[in-house]
């Protein structure tokens, strides 16, 4: 048998390896670009932050429900504020129940300033920041939370 | 005249009927080995198969009946795909029309919904009867890693799906089951915003979850099924060899069975011989396999067919982010997980099911070693079977309980109160 009869490899094995890593870096590049993308830049959500109406809307020691926001806020003694209705382990509504609130999902108990009392809800309701707007109307910001000491004086 | 005129029609008919399938009904052993390997469909079996094989109470045909569930799955969810509008509120109406005017939708979505719902039981069973009967044991190992992605992505495809009719049923269960995801650690939260694609479930949440369910996932599934289907065909089905007896002789004697590989042009044998040694215990995949499979076929065709006339699939009132339905409930194969939430979240939303998924990813790497595969219930693998009944039985249980025995705020119900 003559060298000639031997068909040489088109390439080297470390040529091949190259490329492939060549190939898989590309790869891994698209991939991590395609990831990004699946990041939204623009959320077509109702805003986090808007207002609800003036603060005349809500009477001196009472609770009001906006189911559309899911939040509840009060006119307490010392000024407003606002506690969330999302039960802070998987996300159903609690309803105005006991002294607090209460989860029909697995049964989690909050007290009347949105703390844990029972049941498997790891931590309190969400407290949410309100302010006035120039308008006169109050603002609820639900980027911004705050501590349960938190009143707004109007 | 009038005699050659039809025998000539007949001539050019078999001959039209050669151009697409070149052997006739096979009579001979030589067609009908050339029946199964010739044909793209019928080549993933082998030619002749061991009597063992055939055996209805070695496999109960899970496998088979989960690899027809998603061809169901894949003919009736494209029929639907058809009328369905993945955008809220038209999501809803969708389903109303589907429901009450389009002619036989109600069945096509009730089969769908069935048999989807048959198929995350039928592949939990399956998978049952691989560990029971040994059959992950080497050369297989890789191939139950395989099933267990595949039990992922059946249940993956269960739970997008159930958010497509956008009814309270499906907004509740899908709002409680992204909450699970989101107390993973560290990249819980990011994972449930890239899934809802938002804060909330909404507009973006169904887009993605339809594309998720009608293109990623099914296409994944495919790729792997005949990545599994494959394996197994070239491994073929754990037990024949011990129910056949190797002699070289034989083997050598009856060269049929390596003239199998010899057609399909693969150098090597597989570590386990596709089929058993012993020539009397083999038979022809054509007809003897081949038929009890479209036995097989007809008999879960029929199933679906009488469950889907006789029970309607749910529908409740369109989705209202507003009202939570209570008791609230993620998709009956995750209320073991959701009863264990219910103590838990992080324990039974993060910590069980992973360390469930990594440990059945582990199996056939830990419980290493021949023994005892091929067979159900060997005694060489007490110990094995009873840490995978037992645990298998708590997983059951617990899903029992958390489907029929939890009502309103999640409080202990007797079902038949
Ligand atoms: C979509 C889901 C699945 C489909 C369509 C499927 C299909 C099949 C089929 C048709 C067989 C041939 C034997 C039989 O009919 O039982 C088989 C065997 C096998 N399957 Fe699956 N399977 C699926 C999921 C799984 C799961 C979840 C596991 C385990 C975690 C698994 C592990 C195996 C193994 C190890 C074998 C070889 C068994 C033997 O040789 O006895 N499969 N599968
Ligand atoms: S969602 Fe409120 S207790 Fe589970």
Known sequence: ?????????????????????????????????????????????????????????????????????????????????????????????????????????????????????????????????????????????LDQQVSPEFRLRA | MSQTIGSRTLTWLDGARRSVCRIGWPATDKDRAAAMISSLFLHIHPARVSRHVLKPTYTFALGLISGILFIVLAVTGLALMLYYVPYPPEAYRSMKDLQFVVTFGIVLRNIHRWSAHAMVGVVFLHMCRVFWTGSYKPPREFNWVIGVVLLLLTLGLSFTGYLLP????????????????????????????????????????????????????????????????????????????IHASPTEELAGAFPASTKTYGLMAIGKRPRASVEARDPNDEVFAWPHLLYRELLVALAVIIVLHIVSLVFMAPLEEIADPTRTPNPAKAPWYFLGLQELVHYSALMGGVIVPTLLVLALLAVPYVDRGAAGSGRWFAPERKMANTIFTSLAAVFVVLTIVGTLFRGANWAWVWPWK
């Not at chain 1, 395609?34 to 809307?57: H, M």
């Not at chain 1, 129940?97 to 697995?106: A, I, Q, T, V, Y």
């Open chain 2, 166 to 241: 956008w009814d309270q049923l499906a907004f509740w269960a899908i709002t409680v089951g992204t909450n699970i995801a989101a107390y993973a650690p560290v990249v819980g939260d990011q994972v449930k915003f890239l899934l809802l694609g938002g804060h909330m479930i909404g507009p973006m949440t169904l887009l993605r979850f339809y594309v998720l369910h009608c293109v990623m996932l099914p296409l994944a599934m495919l790729l792997l099924i005949s990545l599994h289907v494959w394996r197994v065909r070239k491994d073929g089905l754990s037990g024949a060899e």
């Open chain 1, 1 to 141: 048998m003559t060298k000639k009869d031997v068909l040489p490899d088109p390439v080297r094995r470390s040529m091949f390896a190259i490329g492939c890593i060549a190939v898989g870096a590309a790869t891994a590049g698209f991939l991590a670009a395609t990831f990004r993308f699946l990041v939204p830049n623009v959320l077509y959500e109702p805003s986090r932050r808007f207002d609800i109406g003036p603060p005349s809307d809500f009477p001196p020691g009472a609770v009001t429900f906006l189911p559309d926001r899911r939040l509840y806020v009060f006119n307490g003694p010392d000024g407003f504020y606002a506690i969330s209705s999302i039960c802070t382990h998987l996300g159903c509504n609690v309803k105005r129940g006991g002294p607090g609130f209460e989860c029909p999902c697995h049964g989690s108990r909050f007290d009347e300033n949105g703390q844990v009392a029972q049941g498997p809800a790891p931590k309190a309701l969400a407290w949410y920041a309100l302010s006035l707007s120039p308008h006169a109307q109050l603002v609820v910001d």
